[in-house]
């Protein structure tokens, strides 16, 4: 498959290996953002193989495990009530909530459904007529401009049985936050290279001056992180910060502007509480002006409420890359996928999950 | 969830602005997507899909400074 098989080639992988280990003169530290990156980076071997010569820590760019516990209380409460269809995407049915997860909810009676596409949540709204439709919209910056269309064309078509529970969050701002921590290590960035392709680069080399760290936009294919690392370690021995767009084939300086429009028409940039890393200022999207009608947690009226039961979930650190999975005290032990303790072991893209399908043999 | 995948368009389904889409292959199975993003994409065009919509046209000439940058390693 074009764009794909020429990016997983092994002696293009092995290059660049062998190129990163002969380049780097002291052992780095560089995080990838993205979730995605991470499963590809642990499922490739990259970690390993260039363990002792670039420590790579895993970000909290998993929408599904930052998501807080009271938006899943609230969609979980919803649910429940007479008439009702909940829509999400497939990995955020599985995560609890400070209780229940939406899954649980559905086996025990209630109308929760998988969703492919955010437009599939305004069909099932068209037709049915006589319940309320609510979908739970989770994201980062790529899904924004696909979550914001049906909300979009419900305000154009006056749908009026469709509703979303909004929990969309950004990724600059948690950089921002990560790197401000005092025990931050990270010297240098791979950066999600699908958030960019919807936003561009702009806040980037903002972040890049304001904290002299170099930041690398990257694909995520084998070939694809690996350059990335190569392209950070250049920059890292140069001495030199910035922003270099690794994944140029679909990451443009302006990003997409149509997407970006959309997404300033129907949301507006907000405070947002990040699952085990607390309260970002600026982090999150919410409905803005008169897309507020379509507000589910105002329509039914449901109180957050603070988590009942707080657990011994390490996600906090792990989403901060302070602390490795397989470092987690519960990994393996008490916490496997099919018993999570937090959601980074439930989530195809959470950095726990990575760990545990991929390399659990090398970290024990 | 995050999953974006890169497919060829195949046909353009519909024409109305708001919701243009297309038939694009994933390496042997088809789906519908929305174009709205990136209605200058064109049956031939590889796109990047998110969650049933396209967000990037792949763009040939910046694919190959990869290979620029693996062969200027050599
Ligand atoms: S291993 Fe389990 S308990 Fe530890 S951080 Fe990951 S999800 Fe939380």
Redesign the pocket.
């Known amino acids: 498959m074009k764009y794909l098989s020429e990016y997983r080639h092994p002696d293009a992988i092995k290059g660049l290996v062998s190129n990163i280990k002969h380049s780097a003169s002291s052992p780095w530290t560089i995080m990838e953002i993205c979730g995605g990156q991470t499963h590809n980076i642990v499922k490739a071997g990259i970690d390993q193989a260039l363990s002792g010569t670039i420590d790579l820590v895993h970000g909290p760019g998993c929408p599904v495990c930052v998501t807080p516990e009271a938006k899943i209380d609230a969609a979980i409460s919803i649910s429940q009530l007479d008439k009702v269809i909940v829509c999400s995407y497939g990995d955020m049915l599985r995560v609890p909530g400070s209780g229940q997860s939406l899954l649980q909810a559905k086996t025990d009676g209630a109308d929760v459904r998988i969703i492919y596409s955010p437009m599939d949540a305004l069909e099932i709204a068209r037709k049915n007529p006589h319940k309320e439709v609510v979908f739970f919209a989770v994201g980062f910056e790529t899904t924004a401009p696909a979550n914001a269309m049906p909300i979009y064309l419900a305000d154009k078509e006056a749908i009026g049985n469709f509703s979303v529970i909004v929990s969309h969050v950004l990724v600059p701002p948690a950089m921002r936050a990560i790197l401000s921590n005092r025990d931050c290590k990270i010297q240098g960035f791979l950066a999600a290279g699908h958030v960019c392709t919807v936003t561009g680069l702009e806040e980037y080399h903002e972040l890049a001056q304001e904290f002299s760290i170099p930041i690398v936009v990257t694909g995520f294919e084998p070939v694809d992180i690996l350059e990335g690392i190569s392209r950070c370690v250049n920059m890292l021995e140069s001495k030199t910060c910035g922003v270099h767009n690794q994944y140029a084939r679909s990451v443009r300086e302006n990003g997409n502007a149509s997407a970006r429009k959309m997404i300033a028409e129907v949301f507006a940039v907000t405070d947002m509480d990040w699952r085990g890393m607390g309260m970002i200022p600026g982090s999150g999207l919410a409905l803005k002006g008169p897309y507020s009608r379509f507000d589910a947690e105002a329509r039914f009226n449901t109180q957050s409420r603070p988590p009942s039961n707080v657990?011994?979930?390490?996600?906090g650190?792990?989403l901060q890359g302070l602390?490795k999975?397989s470092a987690?005290?519960?990994?393996?032990r008490?916490?496997h996928p099919e018993t999570?303790?937090?959601?980074?072991?439930?989530s195809a893209e959470?950095?726990?999950s990575a760990f545990y399908q991929y390399s659990r043999r090398s970290s024990h | 969830m995050c999953l974006a995948i890169p497919g060829k368009i195949i046909t353009i389904n519909n024409h109305d602005h708001l919701i243009k889409t297309a038939m694009v292959d994933f390496d042997g199975i088809t789906k519908e997507v929305n174009l709205t993003y990136v209605p200058e994409a064109e049956p031939g065009d590889y796109v990047i899909v998110h969650v049933g919509f396209a967000i990037s046209k792949l763009d040939e000439e910046a694919a190959k400074l990869t290979f620029s940058y693996l062969k200027e390693m050599e």
């Not at chain 1, 657990?311 to 996600?315: E, G, Q, T, Y």
């Not at chain 1, 987690?328 to 393996?332: S, T, V």
């Open positions: 657990s011994d979930c390490h996600a650190e792990v602390l999975p987690c005290p519960h990994f393996a008490t916490c999570p303790l937090g959601a980074p072991m439930v959470g950095a726990c």
